[in-house]
């Protein structure tokens, strides 16, 4: 497999980048958007992406968002979450073979946002006000977990991971995608994610990962998740799914 690396932007020069950036009228950031950057640099070994297929990546997801609005009207809550899951399966056609080690790295999330997209950023997270940047606007642009492209990215992993469609992400809440995702020493764990997703994708009742995730913490530091075979990991999902389908049902009878 061809190991592909992108570009890499420091988190100063990205900062700086992003307080000029911030609040621009997309069609103004979609003008300073740009493949490459005098100041990004590469890893030492790996096949560095082509400007040409970096381009037409960002290209198909504009495409995409044209057809939620972008760049004229922001979009509705149904239209962002609907151009997620499109933006999701196109994030991977380009970037599925992008290792985990480049994956970790915030500044090539840092750079593909800051400065292939920013226009994207704007767009899909639209600021109420000029004064000051929003603390929740610069982390979509910044390399951490609530980067932009970075969500779409570990999203379409975990669905991959367990042979798992796109329409998925359409089945399950956001705040469940959300509390999956944003806990770091679970998400790391390897089918864990596509698992749960489908554990709540796929049940009558409403399941929360919330609550689901709070039953495999507690389990975490006795159970070695991380090293356990994929079908036993599965089956301690199922478990802590069942057992919070249970709880679910029982103070649905108290109520009654």
């Not at 037409?56 to 044209?66: Q, T």
């Not at 970037?95 to 985990?100: A, H, R, T």
């Not at 932009?148 to 999203?155: D, M, T, V």
């Amino acid at each position: 497999m061809t190991i592909l690396v992108l570009p890499r932007l420091n988190s100063r020069i990205a900062r700086e980048l992003v307080a000029k950036r911030w609040n621009l009228a997309i069609p103004v950031a979609r003008e300073v958007a740009a493949t490459s950057h005098q100041r990004a640099t590469f890893a030492s070994t790996g096949e560095k992406i082509r400007p040409e297929l970096l381009g037409s990546f960002i290209d198909e997801l504009r495409v995409s968002a044209a057809g939620f609005g972008y760049p004229f009207r922001t979009p509705s809550e149904s239209d962002a979450r609907a151009w997620d899951v499109a933006a999701t399966e196109i994030t991977w056609k380009y970037l599925k073979n992008l290792v985990i080690a480049e994956a970790g790295r915030l500044d090539v999330w840092a750079f593909l946002t800051v400065v292939a997209c920013p226009d994207l950023v704007l767009w899909r997270y639209p600021v109420t006000t000029k004064d000051a940047l929003p603390a929740g606007l610069e982390a979509r642009f910044l390399g951490g977990r609530r980067n932009l492209l970075k969500r779409f990215w570990q999203r379409a992993r975990a669905l991959t991971a367990v042979g798992s469609d796109w329409s998925l992400l359409q089945r399950v809440r956001e705040d469940d995608l959300v509390q999956v995702f944003e806990r770091p020493s679970l998400a790391a764990i390897p089918g864990l994610a596509g698992m749960l997703l489908t554990q709540i994708a796929s049940s009558s009742e409403s399941l929360s990962a919330r609550d689901i995730l709070k039953r495999l913490n507690r389990e975490l530091p006795v159970t070695g998740m991380y090293f356990l075979p994929s079908s036993e990991l599965d089956g301690l999902v199922f478990a802590n799914s069942e057992a919070s389908r249970e709880a679910i049902s029982r103070s649905k009878k108290k109520i009654r």
